[in-house]
């Protein structure tokens, strides 16, 4: 059975000589494996950019009453991005909330709220000039409502990080008392949660130990999230 959808990057693996296995967050069937066979060969040049982390495809896949990995019949970008892939901060943040993504959604079943919320996020993303230091942490404080541990305040987050018995104390890493104690979190949070816009968040290490708390939160609430690698690339984008 052939099913068109739009679907989202998460990742990609080498397979064999010249194939890629493919992970696709999808509108109509959710998170999907496929197989994808010969993008990696010298001509045509490029296919395998339709696979970078965060891509907006239209695609016709293969589906079969048995699950697991798939093929894929037709595939296209559907929106390309202008500046995603070009700017460092952005593709930075890109591949941290891709990783993160990829760790925490795993359910084989549409979810039109979840795929729309993605769709027009990373859209805004692309679309922004500026003001958008503070993407990351808005992706990471939205994405929890459609994950089922959303939170009306920073008090209820920092809360539950602190009955946990750790803080943050550098990029994905736990215990230790944090730089900043989290009192002071929670008013960045409540801010970030009630105005995106109005945010005083001051600097660049600031936002990374927001991160770090962040993570800390989903790690209490997504047992497989572990260590995120790519949190010590986009740290480095953000020191300034």
């Known amino acids: ?21 493919v992970r696709i967050y999808t509108e109509q069937l959710g998170l999907q494996s496929y197989v994808v066979n010969g993008v990696r060969k010298a001509k045509p040049p490029g296919r395998i950019a339709l696979f970078q982390p965060f891509t907006l495809l239209e695609l016709v896949a293969y589906t079969s009453p048995r699950g697991g990995l798939s093929r894929l019949s037709e595939f296209r970008c559907a929106e390309p991005y202008q500046t995603l892939p070009y700017d460092v901060q952005k593709s930075s943040v890109v591949l941290f909330l891709s990783e993160v993504l990829g760790r925490v959604v ?36 939205h994405l929890t409502d459609y994950l089922g541990f959303g ?19 550098g990029p994905g890493q736990v ?46 609430h997504v047992e497989q999230l572990g260590e995120v690698k790519s949190l010590a690339v986009l740290s480095e984008v953000l020191a300034g």
């Open 1 to 21: 059975m052939l099913v068109k959808t739009r679907g989202i990057v998460l990742s990609y693996l080498k397979y064999r000589e010249t194939s890629v296995i």
């Open 106 to 141: 795993s359910e084989e079943e549409p979810n039109e709220g979840l795929f729309r919320f993605l769709h027009d996020a990373l859209l805004t993303f692309d679309r922004q000039a500026v003001g958008y230091e503070n993407f990351a942490l808005l992706f990471l404080l």
């Open 151 to 169: 939170v009306e305040n920073g008090a209820e987050l920092t809360d539950q990080v602190a009955l946990a018995g750790h803080a943050p104390t």
């Open 175 to 220: 215990g230790g008392p944090a730089v900043l104690n989290l009192q002071a979190f929670e008013q960045y949070l409540d801010e970030l949660l009630a105005d995106e816009g109005r945010s005083t968040i001051p600097n660049g290490r600031v936002r990374r130990e927001l991160l770090a708390v962040l993570l800390r939160y989903y790690q209490l």
